[in-house]
């Protein structure tokens, strides 16, 4: 009898501890990207596949071409867009229940040293408050510590996190600066 009551006591314990484990709250991650051109997005998947996060891509309402990146031309959509620090290119769409994620992994191509403009309009569509953001980039020639400072300095109440060049990072890269 007493045997079988500690092994009831025993399973009642088990069962208690499972559910309670069900009962919390995982940690949502979100990885959030702009790429232009492919890249980013490839290494924002890959981010995203690593840090078993949800993953969505910032969509501009209209899409760049070739010539609004050739950042020799002057007069191209990208270099009058990051020309002018007001201007805000038009997104498609917002993240759903952003209030439910307390990570979020916002990456981007650097362009002109620093986030390209649709960043910004990204964040100020969306409350960031509370939660760790973690810059990511890939970039042909720049470091991402200007990115950094930039954003940290137009949005001082988000809690910005060490962000991180990701050009050529393998799974492995990912895994490591995940955890």
Not at 91 to 118: A, D, H, L
Request: glycine share 6%; net charge positive.
């Amino acid at each position: 009898m007493k045997k079988t009551v500690l092994i009831f006591v025993a399973l009642m314990a088990i069962g208690m501890g499972a559910y309670a484990q069900k009962g919390m709250k995982a940690k949502k991650v979100l990885v959030t990207y702009f790429s232009a051109t492919g890249v980013t997005k490839a290494v924002a998947q890959q981010l995203a596949e690593v840090a078993d996060a949800d993953l969505y891509e910032i969509t501009p309402v209209q899409l760049y071409t070739a010539d609004d990146l050739d950042w020799r031309n002057k007069q191209s959509r990208s270099s009058v867009e990051m020309k002018d620090k007001g201007s805000r290119p038009a997104i498609k769409g917002s993240v759903k229940n952003m209030q439910g994620y307390e990570t979020v992994y916002i990456g981007f191509p650097i362009w002109w040293n620093t986030c390209p403009r649709i960043i910004n309009t990204f964040i100020e569509a969306h409350d960031l408050k509370g939660k760790a953001v973690i810059p990511f980039a890939t970039s042909g020639s720049s470091s991402i510590s200007n990115s950094c400072s930039d954003l940290k300095r137009t949005y001082p109440n988000i809690d910005w996190k060490e962000g991180k060049l990701l050009n050529g990072a393998t799974k492995q890269d990912l895994e490591k600066w995940v955890k």
